[in-house]
């Protein structure tokens, strides 16, 4: 990904911070506060109200959503302190990124790396303006923490090619309008005959069957190609790049749901303060019980901890040119230190935090049993945990992929 010069001057740095609070005050609208759907990528987008629409065109046109990303592409071309700084006054007015999902989390910056110009100026524009919406197509039936295992395939029919086969776990597959999946286009090499493809949900030959999930959501799909055409431009790099590729988006969706990425921004209000309001608090204003003060204090310990570690790892995968294996590590970290906070809830709340409906809960109550059901899966998908533990030890003991 381009890199842009870093402000040379404090005054440069302070300048930028008066723009991103005029932009904010003129365009965020104050009814939005604090209201961010944190599973929005995998859920239905549903209607957006005029307020919702005008914050993310305002973003869109201002490139804000993708900070860093090139200006060329949609972007805002924002240094890394620039963002940084954009994120804080964020924060300070309740505003929320109304461009995410898979797109900017997984599939532009793949593109960015390895898309033609062509590919770039038509697909990442889109996504950063939060015109469309992505779905991944990796797993399958027989092709899960094998994925190399996986079988749909493309055969080239000449100017086209024509896809065959079924994926499975395609995470807001229903509402997507295109789909980047991995595909075989030779069957005689495990990992060199994978090709990555992009292609139009709404396709004649594709068919989108929702998984219902315990959480009373259906984020997931299976997904069918019945001679689906695909153009030989929406192949991305070569033939037989796809599993490098493939890899690579990985890398950036592990980092992503570790928290590295903007998890982070979506923990919201801290532990300790949900505890005091929920229960009893001594003379001087700390919680009463002292098992649970403890709890909270080494879970808020560990979570900063690794916060900081994240972003120092992010950051210093990007001087090197990208996200790399540490992806593995945050990953698995991360997404159980998001479940033990979601236990934790649970625990601060008692019997309120665990409503599933009725009056007598608050819709803050309610999404996070949702939010604590759904968080299962965050150690399954990306690649499950165990799969991350055998990644990591191949890296240290210098082993191939396929070894």
């Known amino acids: 990904m381009a890199t842009v010069a870093e402000p040379d001057t404090k005054a440069d740095l302070d300048s930028f911070r008066e723009e991103a609070r005029a932009f904010l005050a003129e365009n965020f609208p104050p009814e939005l506060r604090g209201k961010n759907n944190l599973l929005s990528s995998v859920e239905e987008a549903g209607e957006e109200s005029p307020a919702e629409k005008a914050w993310r ?42 461009i995410g999902g898979m797109g900017v989390m997984m599939l532009g910056p793949t593109l960015l790396e390895f898309a033609s110009e062509e590919q770039k100026h038509e697909h990442i524009p889109p996504i950063c303006k939060g015109e469309i919406r992505w779905c991944q197509g990796y797993s399958e ?23 065959n086969g079924q994926k499975t776990w395609t995470s807001g597959g229903q509402w997507a309008d295109k789909c980047f999946a991995i595909v075989r286009t030779d069957r005689s090499d495990k990992h060199k005959g994978i090709s990555f493809l992009l292609i139009d949900m709404d396709s004649p030959g594709v068919e989108v069957r929702p998984i ?38 990985l890398q950036h969706e592990r980092t992503n749901i570790s928290g590295g990425g903007r998890l ?118 990306g690649g499950s945990t165990e799969i991350q533990n055998n990644i990591i030890a191949k890296r240290v003991l210098g082993m191939l992929d396929h070894q």
């Open 57 to 98: 065109v305002a973003m869109g046109e201002k490139g804000w959503g993708t900070p860093t990303w090139p200006k060329e592409y949609g972007g805002g071309g924002l240094t890394k302190k620039q963002a940084r700084i954009l994120e804080e006054e964020m924060a300070k007015v309740g505003a929320w990124n109304p």
């Open 141 to 163: 039936p027989n092709a899960g923490s094998d994925l190399a295992n996986l079988q749909t395939m493309a055969e080239d029919k000449g100017d086209h090619y024509l896809v």
């Open 212 to 249: 219902t999930m315990i959480s009373g959501t259906s984020p997931f799909c299976e997904t069918f190609f019945t001679d689906v055409k695909v153009p030989k431009e929406n192949l991305v790099g070569e033939e037989g790049q796809g599993w490098t590729i493939g890899k690579r988006l």
């Open 264 to 381: 982070a921004s979506m923990m919201g209000q801290s532990l300790g303060d949900i505890a005091k309001k929920y229960g009893e608090t001594d003379a001087g204003g700390e919680l009463a019980d002292k098992v649970l003060r403890d709890k909270i204090a080494d879970f808020e310990i560990r979570w900063n901890s690794f916060l900081l570690t994240a972003r120092r790892a992010v950051e210093e995968s990007k001087a090197q040119g990208g996200v790399s294996e540490i992806s593995s590590v945050l990953k698995k970290l991360g997404t159980k230190l998001s479940q033990e906070r979601s236990e934790l809830l649970i625990e601060i709340r008692g019997l309120q935090g665990l409503g599933w409906e009725g009056e007598e809960f608050t819709d803050g109550e309610l999404e996070a049993v949702r939010g604590w059901l759904f968080g299962k899966a965050t150690t399954i998908y």
